[in-house]
């Protein structure tokens, strides 16, 4: 029977690429010339900090840039507010990965409304359908691409 699954999730080998490339520039770029400003990324965030906010500001769209340029999907990201903290500013912008459980049941409930010939369960943090014929996949495929569930998701596994 074939099927597939419904994820979220990033590649971290090119985040972290992404994120280094974006140091390299941040310390090349003469406004940020002797000053602290660095991007790190731990777990799930990544961490701005600089000597102001308009520092921050500035590393935002870099970083921004950079992912995109690797193929990561910005709509992961999940923006912190800038603290400031005496003469340092910092951001925690988190990323998001794996479908939480009000999410997937959004997609199964979309896919069971549609009367599509598909079968959908949650398993964890995925999605995984089954259906008789290709076909049906592919229709439940270009259904769950127009809708929006909030979150950039991929479709893999698929099996036949």
Same mark, same amino acid.
């Given at each position: ?67 995109? &340029? ?30 939480? &459980? ?29 259906? &008789? ?11 769950? &691409? ?15």
């Amino acid at each position: 029977m074939p099927s597939f699954d419904v994820v979220s999730e990033i590649d971290e080998h090119e985040l972290a690429n992404a994120v280094d490339q974006a140091n390299r520039e941040i310390g090349a770029r003469f406004d940020f010339k002797g000053s602290d400003a660095k991007i790190e990324i731990s777990d799930a965030a990544m961490t701005l900090s600089a000597d102001s906010d308009f520092q921050i500001q500035q590393m935002q769209p870099i970083i921004l840039q950079k992912m995109t &340029k690797r193929g990561i999907d910005i709509a992961c990201l999940e923006h912190g507010e800038i603290q400031l903290r005496g003469q340092q500013a910092r951001q925690v912008i988190q990323v998001r990965q794996g479908i939480d &459980k009000e999410t997937a049941s959004k997609i199964v409930k979309l896919i069971k409304g549609s009367k599509i010939k598909v079968q959908a369960s949650i398993q964890g943090e995925q999605v995984r359908i089954n259906g &008789k014929k290709r076909d049906d996949l592919q229709e439940a495929i270009a259904l769950l &691409k127009k809708s929006d569930a909030g979150i950039p998701l991929q479709y893999n596994n698929f099996r036949d």
